[in-house]
């Protein structure tokens, strides 16, 4: 992969035979299954246990179907889970009719997007009124709610950053309002309602390098358990009204803060200590408080 500078190897797969236990995509009848192998029977075929799908729980590969590593291993032949596999990414932008774009050689912006990841702010093409326009945006690739199969998401930059603008028909207040501008972050925000009247919660942010407010839903950024490290219920309330909390994870306090404007696949920015006392993302509040009982629990 020249336009990558990852070699092409690490990238599609993996460098040894699937293994039982190991997490992998199998596509059938136009539908993307994702789970891991559970066995391989005398004949050649492979058991897959799926976790993907409510309906389908398992399913027998034949002998000599294609089924995709969901991870690849590093030069200490260290697993890396992937969400997408490097044939995803590939027919996601290819199929993608309304979004045309050309890296750059020097980012590695496809095995981001096999992280599951959102591109750097880059120049693209997007359709517009019927016509391919160029113009920035962050990339980032998502499955369809049905098939699961994949499709690129462009999240196009404004020329400036508009707070009337209603999200999901809900305007914000004039108190978000300010702590957006101020902070960057609502933290998880109830009261959205679907076109069905059904509410619901979002993560909003604000995504200065697009000039937006983003969002995500509410179980797209998961805090019960941070890089093994269970939040205790204070920690969890910070995590939630935005303004972020430290966690000690393996010896070592990081400040931790869920964020629809993260550009990595699990929403959270994780900053060592120091570096949030640099930003002023830790006030003098949270400073003095942080050696009180509010340590995350280990989990075993």
């Known amino acids: 992969?020249?336009?990558?500078?990852?070699?092409?190897?690490?990238?599609?797969?993996?460098?040894?035979?699937?293994?039982?236990?190991?997490?992998?995509?199998?596509?059938?009848?136009?539908?993307?299954?994702?789970?891991?192998?559970?066995?391989?029977?005398?004949?050649?075929?492979?058991?897959?246990?799926?976790?993907?799908?409510?309906?389908?729980?398992?399913?027998?590969?034949?002998?000599?179907?294609?089924?995709?590593?969901?991870?690849?291993?590093?030069?200490?032949?260290?697993?890396?889970?992937?969400?997408?596999?490097?044939?995803?990414?590939?027919?996601?932008?290819?199929?993608?009719?309304?979004?045309?774009?050309?890296?750059?050689?020097?980012?590695?912006?496809?095995?981001?997007?096999?992280?599951?990841?959102?591109?750097?702010?880059?120049?693209?093409?997007?359709?517009?009124?019927?016509?391919?326009?160029?113009?920035?945006?962050?990339?980032?690739?998502?499955?369809?709610?049905?098939?699961?199969?994949?499709?690129?998401?462009?999240?196009?930059?404004?020329?400036?950053l508009n707070l009337e603008r209603p999200i999901y028909g809900k305007v914000l207040d004039a108190e978000q309002k300010q702590k957006l501008q101020k902070t960057g972050e609502l933290g998880l925000v109830q009261g959205f309602k679907s076109g069905a009247g059904k509410e619901f919660s979002l993560w909003v942010s604000l995504d200065k390098d697009l000039n937006k407010v983003v969002t995500a839903r509410e179980n797209e950024i998961y805090i019960g358990k941070i890089f093994g490290v269970t939040p205790n219920e204070k920690q969890l309330q910070e995590l939630k009204s935005g303004i972020g909390t430290i966690l000690e994870i393996k010896g070592k306090n990081y400040f931790i803060q869920p964020s629809a404007a993260s550009t990595k696949a699990d929403g959270i920015k994780m900053y060592s200590e120091e570096?949030?006392?640099?930003?002023?993302?830790?006030?003098e509040e949270k400073e003095e408080k942080k050696n009180d009982k509010s340590k995350g629990v280990k989990l075993k």
């Open 275 to 283: 570096k949030a006392k640099e930003l002023k993302l830790i006030t």
């Open 1 to 160: 992969m020249k336009d990558q500078n990852v070699n092409e190897i690490e990238v599609k797969g993996v460098t040894r035979p699937l293994q039982v236990n190991d997490p992998v995509a199998y596509v059938k009848d136009n539908v993307h299954y994702q789970g891991k192998i559970k066995e391989f029977d005398k004949e050649g075929n492979t058991e897959l246990q799926i976790f993907n799908s409510k309906d389908v729980k398992s399913l027998i590969v034949p002998k000599g179907e294609k089924i995709e590593p969901l991870f690849i291993l590093d030069k200490d032949q260290k697993m890396i889970y992937l969400k997408f596999t490097y044939d995803d990414v590939k027919s996601a932008l290819s199929n993608k009719s309304d979004v045309k774009v050309k890296f750059a050689d020097d980012k590695n912006y496809i095995f981001n997007l096999m992280l599951g990841n959102k591109t750097d702010v880059i120049s693209i093409e997007k359709n517009i009124d019927g016509t391919l326009k160029p113009t920035e945006g962050r990339l980032q690739i998502k499955r369809m709610e049905e098939s699961k199969l994949p499709y690129v998401n462009a999240d196009v930059k404004f020329k400036e």
